[in-house]
């Protein structure tokens, strides 16, 4: 079995003039991806890697999400990942080493929903600080055709 637990970036801070790549997390967005790590802690997978987009609104959640997880988490930084096309997330999964179990992938819209609904065979929002948490038999190469379970879905704490 394979785990899969989809992160979407917390809400970023508009307020200054930055690049889209290096905008920053704003309070909100730093409050629920600390919320996002305290559910994952108590009801999701292990996680063994996770994989993250380089923008900094990413990388920031991240941080915030493993500093509630009672273990660390390794980090891979994928600049794959920065993509706003679920297709490139797809692969992403499809080439994650067959050894891991579970892996969190940190990224940005539309690309979170169209992986999502394309591992789950359903559309549903993934707003800022939203997870997702899939699971399949098989390896990660087989990842897609809507064959993942979805096991939680939402902005926690109602995750």
């Known amino acids: 079995m394979k785990s899969l637990v989809l992160v979407r970036h917390g809400k970023s801070d508009w307020s200054g003039a930055h690049a889209d790549r290096d905008r920053p997390v704003g309070a909100r967005g730093a409050r629920q991806a600390a919320e996002t790590g305290r559910w994952l802690a108590a009801h999701g997978p292990s996680v063994q890697l996770a994989v993250v987009s380089p923008a900094t609104r990413a990388t920031a959640t991240w941080a915030l999400v493993a500093e509630q997880l009672d273990h ?47 591992l789950s065979g359903g559309f549903l929002p993934m707003p800022t600080s939203c997870l997702a948490v899939l699971q399949w038999s098989g390896g990660w190469a087989e990842a897609g055709g809507g064959s993942a379970d979805l096991l939680a879905h939402g902005r926690p704490p109602q995750a």
């Open 72 to 118: 660390p988490v390794s980090v891979r930084p994928e600049e794959a990942v920065y993509t706003f096309d679920g297709d490139d997330l797809l692969e992403v999964v499809r080439d994650l080493p067959e050894d891991l179990e579970c892996v969190a992938l940190v990224g940005h819209n539309p690309a979170m929903e169209e992986l999502l609904a394309e």
